[in-house]
């Protein structure tokens, strides 16, 4: 069998693309040579798998009082159920738990962080296997971005969620990665560009056979 990679994440994972001159196709979303869990399969191989759940707005564990089943913990249970046997799972979530509208400072995010893999850890979904969590900590949205709907200090606290998972990555016995550094673009200073998912992809790709050796 394969080896499985799960990558949950917001709309970074799922692909939005906010510039569409930047996208091959020109739509809303970046085709399956550009999105970077695709980047990553195909910079891995054919002995790999990896499963995209990306869902644009999705939080931590907040629960957003404009749209619904944002939060990736009253979901986690069912995704890992419904996608086993998970060899490695990436989790790269805290941007839009920043929004102003949530009143949770970096440190706070951090906790959701850790409530959502404890939780990912506790499901019956490895198999054979020992939890194996890879926590990103997603590039630092622009300072303009409060000014578009994600609220004053939006910016500030996306630049100290590393300092946070970081330290948290290794009090759970998790993986860490620190995104920081890959393109985001300058329309709405929060989505990565077509160069920001290779970057990514590329980073991935160096460590994570390393991560399920």
Same mark, same amino acid.
Not at 49 to 73: I, W
Not at 74 to 85: G, N, P, Q, T
Not at 92 to 110: V, Y
Not at 125 to 138: A, M, T
């Given at each position: 069998?394969?080896?499985?990679?799960? =990558?949950?994440?917001?709309?970074?994972?799922?692909?939005? =693309?906010?510039?569409?001159?930047? =996208?091959?196709?020109?739509?809303?979303?970046?085709?399956?040579?550009?999105?970077?869990? =695709?980047?990553?399969?195909?910079?891995?191989?054919?002995?790999?798998?990896?499963?995209?759940?990306?869902?644009?707005?999705?939080?931590?564990?907040?629960?957003?009082?404009?749209?619904?089943?944002?939060?990736?913990?009253?979901?986690?249970?069912?995704?890992?159920?419904?996608?086993?046997?998970?060899?490695?799972?990436?989790?790269?979530?805290?941007?839009?738990?920043?929004?102003?509208?949530?009143?949770?400072?970096?440190?706070?995010?951090?906790?959701?962080?850790?409530?959502?893999?404890?939780?990912?850890?506790?499901?019956?979904?490895?198999?054979?296997?020992?939890?194996?969590?890879?926590?990103?900590?997603?590039?630092?949205?622009?300072?303009?971005?409060?000014?578009?709907?994600?609220?004053?200090?939006?910016?500030?606290?996306?630049?100290?969620?590393?300092?946070?998972?970081?330290?948290?990555?290794?009090?759970?016995?998790?993986?860490?990665?620190?995104?920081?550094?890959?393109?985001?673009?300058?329309?709405?200073?929060?989505?990565?560009?077509?160069?920001?998912?290779?970057?990514?992809?590329?980073?991935?790709?160096?460590?994570?056979?390393?991560?399920?050796?």
């Amino acid at each position: 069998m394969k080896k499985h990679i799960l =990558c949950l994440g917001d709309s970074n994972t799922h692909g939005y =693309c906010a510039d569409p001159a930047d =996208c091959a196709d020109g739509g809303i979303r970046f085709n399956e040579e550009e999105r970077w869990p =695709c980047r990553l399969q195909a910079a891995l191989g054919p002995d790999y798998l990896v499963t995209e759940e990306g869902l644009s707005g999705r939080t931590t564990v907040f629960a957003d009082p404009l749209h619904e089943s944002m939060d990736a913990l009253s979901v986690i249970y069912s995704l890992l159920k419904s996608h086993e046997v998970i060899d490695l799972l990436i989790i790269m979530l805290g941007t839009n738990d920043t929004k102003e509208r949530f009143g949770a400072n970096a440190f706070c995010i951090s906790l959701g962080m850790e409530r959502l893999v404890r939780k990912a850890m506790s499901v019956d979904c490895w198999g054979e296997h020992k939890s194996n969590i890879l926590i990103v900590s997603p590039p630092p949205i622009g300072r303009e971005m409060q000014d578009m709907g994600m609220g004053q200090g939006c910016a500030e606290k996306s630049e100290q969620l590393a300092q946070y998972y970081e330290p948290l990555a290794e009090q759970l016995g998790c993986h860490f990665l620190d995104a920081k550094g890959c393109q985001f673009n300058s329309v709405d200073y929060m989505h990565l560009t077509r160069l920001g998912h290779s970057q990514l992809a590329q980073r991935l790709a160096e460590i994570v056979p390393g991560l399920m050796a």
